[in-house]
Structures are given as structure tokens and as C-alpha cells.
């Protein structure tokens, strides 16, 4: 281990020649090169060093001195030195704790190792001193190179602030090229393998030429290091002036009783943003906002700006969460006390609080259910937070068509805000809510962007784990919320948005289904929001079926509880006007309260018709019954079609025009009726669109009806598609449909054979009130829905 280096033109080199003796102690010395007139301090440590410094004190204290090659190595070998050192002359010893010692040498000479003659306990090693070459006159070049060296050295050494007086005198006063060299490199350390070479090179002008190279590399590296150093200085200067201005600001306006409103709120803002538990890089983002903050006027319209995103960054929640309660007992409780049926989202909630409970770690489930309005979809999403016991948030897309509803506005933008989920999650104050998409299928796209496909990315697990919000600007992650989304129908859904869902079809209620909906959710929720007890009012199952067949056609149970409603109503300003209960609903006053049914059963007012089918159709809002109308008009063959029919439907009127020509005599029609006759189309309702192929195979009995004079049975609703070859393909929606056909009376259903497997979704009891009978091609619809014979007239 090597101290600091220092230098000595000691006299004792002055005129005197130097006797080496041939045999000396050696010690092996690490991380420096010596060189002849230096005085040097070595620790020695090292139980081979201190015994040869022990040989060199009882002699003439003279010691060789050589470098080793590897500096790690604790006890090197001969090869592992270099063969080239110097004399020095041991000038004084201290002695340090743990058998340690400070020596102090002065190197007088370079010496060869010729040869090494003891290798234990120390080294003793023969040594031949080295003839050094000094030209006898100075040339203008060595000249010119002593002067550049000089300069060099002091430039190097002031750049690393070790220059002082003395040192430049000494540098002035040595005019041996070989000297200079020698003292140059004492002071300025080079690398142990240049300095070596330095060693070894006896010739004087040569060693100078080689350390001027050196200098100048030096230099070069000195002086980008300074410059490095004093920028750094600079800007530790710039910002300890402004840290001492800013205190001094603080105490003076302390001394004068004035409050620093902005340094309060710039504190303020600082804990909550530590207390926030934000994410790493968002929290590195909101400090980065607050020091912006913190420099600018709190009166500018920036710092409004700021400090508005910062509010949003506080209370979002990043960590905060509740806990699910996994009870599926008292879940299955909650969620029949809140919905009558629905058995299907039931079964798959459960399901998914059976996963979470054995896997805390899986995804929330992205669900979608589909259904006719006033089903329950909403509030079945409100009754699976309460079994979750998680926070519930609801947002509406309904007519939304700006695509930063969803992602949010970019902050430079005048009043931007986040979008509709980050503002969702804030209000919820969780980061694991129940999160219900309203009216998904409303969603409009324009120029302003897509926002279904915005929805794209929030409605997907692999990718909402770092959703970011335009406003924000920082990843949130959505994984751990539960997402349920609603619509009427999955049509206008892009295919991508729709694959990323798990789609849950609520079908419409059966009669029977919404008596106890009304009796167990609707009815009690009546009287007490009208301050009616169950005494006030008798309601009987005959009337809430007359209600419900008289005065609602509808799948979901929405205006039968504003026609309940109407009935509390009633009652309760007979009460207010101080009338004495309890008042009795009955089927004979109950057009009383209601006024007269609003929906006449028309079967029980038609008779078998020529040219009129019964088909049933599926819409958004549940199943429907059409009556299709065809009438037969001398003409060219042209086919009308009216009633606001949409291509595909048109397209199933050609269809089964094209299949009667083809079966003309068969079906006992004109073969070329299409020359004399007009077919003219009609379905009801034309204010209202109309489109799909279920209707196919109730147009073609129609029009075989009309051409052939036979009628169709009154009592026979069918649907189906239908082909060239008068095959019938299946179609969707059957459950709806035969609720239809119930609403409307009819008993027996023809429905296409491979719809078979849809009957399951049906309940027992409409299946027991129905006659669903399969078919497959056109033939046995005809068979089952022509009358045979025509009937006589009414009788009188």
C-alpha cells in the first residue's frame, strides 16, 4: 500500500557516484513505479517485506525495490516481477499496529535483477545498477521539448490542483532531459505499465519523448474532468444560492406575519400524494407535476391545471379495495331474495365466486347480458355488488359517440376531465367495484372517433391491467373490476367488442313469472313508496293476470309496475279524501282504477281467413305476433310487398314465390298464375321496420293460402326460414316467441325441427300450455296449418 508520493533533489546525488552492492534484500511493491530521487513513505505488511526491510536495517540499509505485475497477488513469484527497479536507501521507520510499518526511502538509483539468489525467508536477489544516457549538449528540439514538457507537467497538475510554488521551481531548475523525465513522472501517475516502460528507457531524451506523449493525453482527459467538476460546481452553486434565497424568503416574511399560502398547499399536496400509495412511476409523475407547481404564480391558468390533475392523481384508487365476501350460501340468498328465475346469471355468479374462493388471484369475468327492457338487467347488477359486498357504479352509453368519454380528454384541452370509467372508479373510492356498462348497444360513432372500440381495450383482462386515461397519462390498472355489461340486442356490437364479453341472455317472463315477481318485489315496493299497508288493498291472482293481459304486452315487467303503481295511487287519494279501507280490486271494478284494457285479445274476435297467417317475430323488446296478409289481384305476376319490410324479409317473400311456381300443381294452383295475377304482401304495424328471415315460412303459407282459396288455422303461429327446396332452417328467439303466442292465445307453436334443443330454456309450465310441434320442410307446415275444408258461416 502506497502513500502520497512526494520528491526530493536531495544533494546527496549531486557529484557523487553511488556504490550499489551487488547482492541486496528485494521487496516486491504493488499499484506504483518508483523512480530515482524520489522520498517516498511504504507501508509494509507483508511478512516476506518486513523481513527484508529487518535485512536491509542491519546492513547499509539499501533495499531493492520492484513492481509487481499483478497487484492482487498476495505472495508473487520472481516471474511475476518486473526485471527492471530501483535502489532505495531506507531513511527512517515507524511502526504501526498489527505488526505493521511505515518506511520511509529514498530512491537513488535504477538497477537491474539479474539474478535471484534467495527466495525465503525473503527475497535476495543479485542486482546490476543501470547506465543512464544524458547527451553532452542540448539541441534546439530537446530544448523545445524540456520547455513543452515543463508546461505540460504544471498545466496537468494545476487542472488537478496539485501545483504549487516549490514544484514549479523544482521543474525549472532540472535541465537534464533524463532528470526531467524522472521527476515529471514521480508527480504525475500514469498507468504502472507506462510508467515501467519509462523505467526501462535508459536513454534520457528518449524517456522525455515518450513522456511528452503521455503528458498530452493527460491533458487532454485533466481538462474534460475540470470542466465536468466545475459544471457540476456550477449547478450545486445554482442550487444551494436559490435553496438559501428561498429560506431567507420564508424567514423574512415569518419576521413579518405573513402565511405563504401557496408553501402550505405545495406541503399539503406533497403528503397526500405519499399517502396516496400510488405506483412508482405514477408518484414520480405527480412530484415531477408538483415541483412544476411549486415554480410557478398560483394565480396562473397552468397552475390551475396542475393542481386540478394532482386532485385527480390524490383520489383515485390505486391500493384501496374491499373484500369480496365468498359465502355462495348467503350469496344464492341475496340474489333470490332480490330477482325472481334468472336462474342461468345465478348459476354462472356463483360459479365465479366458487373460482375466486379457490384462486383469490383470478380475473373478474367480463359479462354482458342481453335481454328485452325491464328484465332486470340493471338492478341484477346492483344485487351482485351486494353479494360481492363490493361497491356498485353504474354508467350509461346511451347516445355517447365521443370516444373521450371513454379514454378521457388530453389536459391541454379547456375543461378536460377523465373519462367516464376513471371518474366511475373515483366516485366508487375501490379499485375492485362491480362496474355495470349501461346500454352498450346505444353506442353512436362518428367523426369525433368509435367509442365502441375505445370499450376494446376496458372490457379486455389481458389489456386493462395498464389502461390509460388520455387525462391521466399514467396506467391504471382495471384488472381486479368487474365489468357487466348491458343490451337489448347484440347486433349493432362490433365482433370484436362482443368476443371479449361473456354473453348472458335474459329471456322475456311468462304470465305466470311476472304474478310472482308482482307479488313478492313489485307490489310490496308500491305500497310502501305510496304509504299503503298490505290492509289498504286486496289484490287478487285473478286480477294481477287481468292486468297483466289486459293492460301490459311486454317481456319485462316495467308497465306492470307503473300500472301497480297507478292502482296504490288510487287507492291512496280515496284514503287521503278520507274514505275507510280496505279497498278490494276486483275483475269487475278493476276498469274502475285502469280505465278500459288497453289490449283486446284479437283471436277471440277472427275466424280462419284466406290469406292471413299467424307468424311470430323477435325484437329487442320481446317476442311479437304477426298477422301477414296476402291478397291475390288480376295483373302481370308482380310481387308487392308492404308494411316497412327490411331486404331480408323481402328476400324470404321472393324465396317462397320462386318454391310455390316450382310446386304449382302440386299445391292444386294456376301452374302459370304468375302471368294473370298480382301478389300483394301486407304485415301491419308499417310504421314500425321490420326485417329478418323467421317470417318465411308464415309468408309462404300465406301466399299458398291466397292462390290455393284455402284458410289457415287461427290457432296455428309457426316461424322458420325457408328455403328454395322448401326446407325450414331454424331461427333465434324462440322463447320470446312463445311467450308471444301465449300473450295472444294461441296453442299450438310450429317451429322449425333443429329449434328443438331451444325448448330447454322454456319453463315447464308455458311448455305445458303450448303445442310446440317440429317441422322441416314446408309440407308438413301445410298439412298442420291449412284448414282441409272451408267452414260454413256463423251460426245464427
Known sequence: ??????????????????????????MAIRDIVLFPGMVIPLFVGREKSLEAVSEALAGEK???????????????????????????????????????????????????????????????????????????????????LLRNVRETAEKVLALRGL???????????????????????????????????????????????KIARYLHRELEVATLQAKIQSEAQEEMARSQREYFLREQLRAIKRELGETDEL??????????????????????????????????????????VIRNYLDWLIELPWRKSTKDKLDLKR????????????????ERLLEYLAVKKLNPKAKGPILCFVGPPGVGKTSLGRSIARALGRKFVRVSLG?????????????????????????????????????MIDEVDKLCSDFQGDPAAALLEVLDPEQNREFVDHYLG?????????????????????????DRMEVIYLSGYTPEDKLMIARRYLLPRQLKEHGLSEKDLHLSDQVIF??????????????????????????????????????????????????????????SQEEDEIGVATGLAWTPYGGEVLYIEVTVMEGKGNLILTGQLGDIMKESAQAALSYIRTKARELKIPVRFYEKYDLHIHIPSGAIPKDGPSAGVTMAVAMISALAKRPVSKEVAMTGEITLRGKILPVGGIKEKALAALRKGIKKVLLPEKNLKDLEDIPAELRRKLEFVPVKHLDEVLEIALVKKRRGQKRS
Not at 412508482?280 to 398560483?298: D, F, G, I, N, Y
Not at 350469496?331 to 345465478?346: G, M, N, P, Q
Not at 308497465?559 to 275483475?587: N, Q, S, W, Y
Open 1 to 26: 500500500m502506497i502513500e502520497e508520493v512526494s520528491f526530493s533533489t536531495s544533494e546527496l546525488m549531486e557529484g557523487e557516484s553511488i556504490e550499489v552492492p551487488e547482492i541486496l534484500p528485494l
Open 62 to 144: 539499501l533495499l531493492t525495490l520492484v513492481t509487481q505485475k499483478d497487484p492482487a497477488e498476495e505472495d508473487p513469484a520472481p516471474e511475476a516481477l518486473f526485471k527492471v527497479g530501483v535502489v532505495g536507501l531506507i531513511i527512517r521507520t515507524f511502526k504501526l499496529p498489527e505488526d505493521r510499518l511505515k518506511v520511509l526511502v529514498q530512491v537513488l538509483a535504477r538497477v537491474e535483477v539479474k539474478e535471484f539468489l534467495q527466495l525465503q525467508p525473503f527475497f535476495k536477489a543479485r542486482v546490476l545498477p543501470v547506465k543512464e544516457k544524458e547527451p553532452e549538449h542540448l539541441s534546439v528540439e530537446a530544448e523545445a
Open 163 to 209: 501545483l504549487n510554488p516549490d514544484l514549479s521551481a523544482m521543474f525549472s531548475s532540472v535541465d537534464e532531459p533524463g532528470r526531467l523525465a524522472d521527476l515529471v513522472a514521480a508527480h504525475v501517475r500514469f498507468k504502472v505499465s507506462e510508467a515501467q516502460e519509462l523505467l526501462e528507457t535508459y536513454d534520457g531524451l528518449e524517456r522525455l519523448q
Open 263 to 304: 408553501e402550505a398547499e405545495i406541503e399539503e399536496l406533497r403528503e397526500k400524494i405519499q399517502k396516496a400509495r400510488m405506483p412508482k412511476e405514477v408518484e414520480k409523475e405527480a412530484l415531477k407535476q408538483l415541483s412544476r407547481l411549486e415554480m410557478m404564480h398560483p394565480d396562473t391558468a397552468e397552475a390551475t
Open 331 to 346: 350469496a344464492k340468498e341475496i340474489l333470490d331474495e332480490d330477482h325472481y328465475d334468472l336462474d342461468k346469471v345465478k
Open 399 to 435: 347516445g355517447v359517440r365521443d370516444e373521450a368519454e371513454i379514454r378521457g380528454h388530453r389536459r391541454t384541452y379547456v375543461g378536460a376531465l377523465p373519462g367516464r370509467i376513471i371518474q366511475g372508479l373515483k366516485q366508487a373510492g375501490v379499485n375492485n367495484p362491480v362496474f
Open 474 to 498: 399514467v396506467p391504471f390498472d382495471l384488472s381486479k373490476v368487474m365489468f357487466i355489461a348491458t343490451a337489448n340486442m347484440t347486433d349493432p356490437l362490433p365482433p370484436a367488442l362482443l
Open 546 to 603: 287481468k292486468v297483466i293481459a289486459e293492460y301490459t304486452a311486454e317481456a319485462g315487467v316495467r308497465e306492470l309496475d307503473r300500472k301497480l303503481a297507478a292502482l296504490c295511487r288510487k287507492v291512496a287519494r280515496k284514503l287521503a279524501e278520507g274514505e275507510k279501507g280496505p279497498f278490494r280490486i276486483t275483475a269487475g271494478n278493476l276498469h274502475k282504477y285502469l280505465g278500459p284494457p288497453e289490449y283486446v285479445e284479437e283471436l
